[in-house]
């Protein structure tokens, strides 16, 4: 057991630490207290700390400036779909990569992970083309249908799946459990911190997303979160109260909501090193 | 053998969807890509050949160049701030007494799971010049009136700060995966000798960690190579193309004024590029497999 150093040391390592946390979560703390301040007391000089008004005045205001609560049940609609595909699409893909042996499956498994070296820039232009094709531009389909499955998810996946022992597919093989049977009664089961973690992943990128439907959804009513409250409306500009109400709207249930699941966060980014 | 060939159809069954999807949504966009930029198209009138028109043009357009110029001080403004700080967090968080750190590296991380888009209109608010946080700070040390985002010598400086706030949490984490790695044992035969805390630091903890540092390195410049929402959420390229970075250049030239063909050729060449670091990182991360 090493000795712990001295008090003033610790004192000044802490006081460090709090200062950091602090500042790191300042522009999120700002955001909060000017969401429940008058438009005065928002451009008073000093800044106070101390919010100045006790109701939701202004998220009411900004509810009814922008269709902001509209923009949530579209993003929370957008972001469940493309979670739920991908919980099925990804997982089906990495038990055949991880579990089965077929020839072609190495190939399979490039083809998949190499979409990782495709940023979504540069796929942009062609897959606006493509989509408007097909006739999704303002619709939901442009932003769930492209995004049923993920490299990071099947990877991730994959990497679960194979550190499943293979004794335990074994007596329900010698009972002549098909594949499928096995997948859906023994692995899917075992995996659910996999899949948990991947859900998570894949909902809070999808909620989060602001270059994709800034291109594909041109209709008001049908935007998400992100774009919609960083948009400008007629006004809206100075209205920093507003804009605040409203993009704490956007972040606060996000990060207290982070603040149950952030061990699987924090962890499936160090085993996969992939994923922001 | 029944069975092997029931096995081989559960394969490709399993594997079928999720290759559909990236064949038709992720490959043949990139493959349309390259046949695009070869075109002169704005999807109104059809495609015309050009050979490599869009190429050419793209190498003589001073724009084209300074939108890389603007990406390339992007890139090397936040690369290096971000993955000390990032570095310095996770050395806070990994000192063996210190208690909460749990609670602190999810206060850290925040940022990281936040929607940059938000943050960016909270931080348009932060760096407002008459009532804003950032300059009522700096009046403290006498520096006034500094319009962030709308002096072309502050803008990107502004979006700098913004980008590496956003991510020394995630660098963080990757370090403290890092660190962790490391046997305590070297520092207690290092204390044992004498060693100080910046021996330390120096002879064990910055060579031992230094895979982990190279794979942070290369994740954080591919980032910041693709850096779009802060700029098109605070300065939309602007003043005076200052902020333009390739990526708000190529979405400006697709969306705004319908020069798919054109836009395609940036797409390739930051495809090529992406390509190139890719297999960089991958070099690197195999490497940092063996170490361990």
Redesign the interface.
Known sequence: M?R??HIIV?AI??L??LF??IM?????I??LV?SFKTEDA??????SFLPTIFDLRNFVKAFQLIPLSQYVVNTLFVALSVTFLQL???S??A???AR????G?NV?FM??IG?????P??????????V?QFGFINKYEALI?????S?FG?FLLRQFFMGIPRELEEAAIIDGA???KI?FTIILPLSKPALYTMALYTF?AH??E??WP??VINDAKKQMI??G??QFVSGWETQ?TL??A??TT??LP??VF??FV?RQ??EG??IS?LK? | MRRRTREVFTGWLTVTPALVVQVIFIYLPLIWAFYVSLHSWNMIRPMRWVGFDNYIRMFETPDFWNSLWVTTLYIAGTVIPSVVIGLFLAMLLNIEWLKGKGVFRTLFYIPVITSMAAAAVVWGWLYEPNFGLVNYFLSWFGVTNIKWLSDPNYALLALIIVGVWKRVGYNMVLFLAGLQTIPRTYYEAAEIDGATPWDKFKNITLPLLSPTTLFVVIMQFIASFRVFVSVSVMTRGGPAKSTQVITYYLYENAFRYLKFGYASAIAVFMFALMVVLTLVQFRISKKRVHYS
Request: proline content about 7%.
């Open positions: 090493r712990k150093p610790r390592v802490i460090v630490v950091v946390a790191i979560n300042l522009p999120f700002w955001m000017t928002a451009f008073a000089i000093p800044p099925v699409f990804n089906l893909a038990f055949g990569l089965l042996r077929f020839r499956s399979i083809i998949l979409t990782l070296m495709v940023p820039e540069v796929t942009m232009v062609p897959l606006y083309v493509i408007k249908i492209p995004f049923m499955s490299a099947i098909s594949r499928m997948f809070l909620w989060n602001y270059m800034l291109i992100q774009v409250i960083s920093w804009r605040m409203a993009s956007a972040v996000i990060i982070f603040f952030q966060f924090v980014i160090s090193g922001e």
